[in-house]
């Protein structure tokens, strides 16, 4: 049986792993359309991995204000309204991760 700690890691992995397809599939800044490595909005999929994992909601606010904390007031995620549909999918991942806690 995997240690407390493996599962852990285990499992903050893989919620990274799937908030950074949803922020790279939605590429709010245009940035890998652009030819940005594949990596490019890796530490903004760690600070909202890091709010999933403490079982904090993501509103659209919430993911609007921590974009704002890495880029510029005017960027694309506001100029295009992508709060909304980062948040919801970022919601349907902690609620996801939820449910698997009690399975």
């Keep these: 049986m995997a240690s ?3 599962q ?3 499992r903050e992995e893989g919620c990274f792993a799937q908030v950074r397809d949803v922020i790279c599939h ?3 800044e245009d940035l ?3 030819g940005a490595p594949a990596d490019e909005y890796d530490r903004e999929a760690e600070i909202f991995t890091l709010r999933i994992i403490a079982s904090e909601e993501i509103t659209p606010e919430i993911a609007r204000s921590l ?3 890495r880029f510029y007031p005017d960027c694309l ?3 295009k309204n992508l709060e909304v549909p ?3 999918a970022l919601q349907e991942i902690c ?3 939820a449910d698997t806690d009690f399975q």
């Design 4 to 6: 407390m700690n493996e």
């Design 8 to 10: 852990e890691r285990h």
């Design 26 to 28: 939605l590429d709010p």
């Design 32 to 34: 890998l359309a652009a």
């Design 67 to 69: 974009w704002l904390e």
């Design 77 to 79: 995620l506001v100029r």
């Design 86 to 88: 980062l948040a919801r």
């Design 95 to 97: 609620i996801s991760l």
